[in-house]
T-cell receptor, first 113, second 112 residues
Framework: SAVISQKPSRDICQRGTSLTIQCQVDSQVTMMFWYRQQPGQSLTLIATANQGSEATYESGFVIDKFPISRPNLTFSTLTVSNMSPEDSSIYLC??????????FGPGTRLLVL | GQQLNQSPQSMFIQEGEDVSMNCTSSSIFNTWLWYKQEPGEGPVLLIALYKAGELTSNGRLTAQFGITRKDSFLNISASIPSDVGIYFCAGRLPGANSKLTFGKGITLSVRP
């Protein structure tokens, strides 16, 4: 499996600000995804990051709130915009090479005050 | 949306015991994946299952893809304290580029 790294690993932010999370994979992958894991909850897919085009968002998530970039096959960013305390979560980058298995990064732990 | 059912929410076992976790759904899945998540970490893939009836082991872990394709189980044998964590099942529905559906997870505690 590819090795996935995320930056930052954690952050504490003030409401109304924005945070950009980076995801780097050490080899080319077919698909990259962004998930949110709220405290004590399971994983919820935010969007599929498409290389060179707009991300595909799941119901309940919009581009204005969670803009995503994927400039190449190994890198993606997720921005959490105009944050509120309800955005406090773990944000996880994930990848698959189309082999049906899927791997996750270590996550970014966000606390919004 | 599709749901995967994992229960109970928490399990408490004694070190050395075996434990079994089930994951069920009303829908048919093509792939079953089992993950473990420890505090401060992302989910780590434990076992992947690709066809009905498949039985796969990874050390002390064994998982099976149910014959009906609507369920899967994970067994941990001879548990040790480092088995503590949250165990998630995830399934992939039929169809190209189908997204993963996750269960709510089972928190496992192991008493020394």
């Amino acid at each position: 499996s590819a090795v996935i790294s995320q930056k930052p690993s954690r952050d504490i932010c003030q409401r109304g600000t924005s945070l950009t999370i980076q995801c780097q994979v050490d080899s080319q992958v077919t698909m990259m995804f962004w998930y949110r894991q709220q405290p004590g909850q399971s994983l919820t897919l935010i969007a599929t990051a498409n290389q060179g085009s707009e991300a595909t968002y799941e119901s309940g998530f919009v581009i204005d709130k969670f803009p995503i970039s994927r400039p190449n096959l190994t890198f993606s960013t997720l921005t959490v915009s105009n944050m509120s305390p309800e955005d406090s979560s773990i944000y996880l980058c994930s990848e698959t090479t189309g082999q049906e298995t899927q791997y996750f990064g270590p996550g970014t732990r966000l606390l919004v005050l | 949306g599709q749901q995967l059912n994992q229960s109970p929410q928490s399990m408490f076992i004694q070190e050395g015991e075996d434990v079994s976790m089930n994951c069920t759904s009303s829908s048919i899945f093509n792939t079953w994946l089992w993950y473990k998540q420890e505090p401060g970490e992302g989910p780590v893939l434990l076992i992947a299952l690709y066809k009905a009836g498949e039985l796969t082991s990874n050390g002390r872990l064994t998982a099976q893809f149910g014959i009906t394709r609507k369920d899967s189980f994970l067994n941990i044998s001879a548990s040790i304290p480092s088995d503590v964590g949250i165990y998630f099942c995830a399934g992939r529905l039929p169809g190209a580029n189908s997204k993963l559906t996750f269960g709510k997870g089972i928190t496992l505690s192991v008493r020394p």
